[in-house]
């Protein structure tokens, strides 16, 4: 139900898999042994699996130099919950892509909730509305590029 993390960025600023092996575990729970790598994504350290992800994300986040994502030190905030995206496969060039566009409704509280998927099979959002939920459940500062990709605006995060 939840993310899967074991992702790159590729040229064209989507989200892709890094080699294709997926724990079972990822259909219930989040990754927290993330670690960044040189480029400045998200890869996983080896796969261990931390239960209480199931119910969490990911809170203390901060903004590299280079643009990504990084993890400070594991504080997990307690009031997310409940809901990502379901219905996620992988698709046979590593990237993410939903399964006959189904999209959990609960979706639209506390992640992004105008996603499409894109004729590459890769996420974009749709017109530029974000949740105001969002403020309170993920990043707040996130906007589109030109390209569709996410790119955190300046380095302001809110604090949960």
């Given at each position: ?10 040229p ?12 079972r575990?990822?259909t ?20 261990h699996?931390d ?6 994300f ?10 990504a994502f990084?993890l ?6 307690r009031c997310?919950?409940?809901y990502?995206?379901?219905n996620?496969?992988?698709?046979s060039?590593?990237v993410f ?29 749709l ?9 309170n ?7 589109l ?10 380095l ?5």
């Open positions: 139900m939840y993310l899967i993390a074991k992702s790159a960025q590729t064209n600023s989507t989200f892709k898999l890094l080699p294709l092996h997926i724990d575990c990822l219930s729970y989040f990754l927290n042994n993330v670690a960044l790598t040189p480029y400045g994504v998200f890869k996983l350290m080896p796969l699996i239960r209480c992800l199931t119910n969490y990911l809170n203390n986040v901060a903004l590299t130099p280079d643009g990084k400070l030190p594991l504080h997990i905030d997310l919950t409940n990502f995206l379901n996620v496969t992988l698709t060039d590593g892509k939903l399964l006959s566009l189904h999209i959990d409704r609960c979706l639209t509280n506390y992640f992004l909730n105008n996603v499409a998927l894109t004729l590459d099979g890769a996420f974009k959002l017109p530029l509305h974000i949740d105001r939920c969002l403020t459940y993920f990043l707040n500062n996130v906007a590029t030109l390209d569709g990709a996410f790119k955190l605006l300046p302001h995060i809110r604090k949960m």
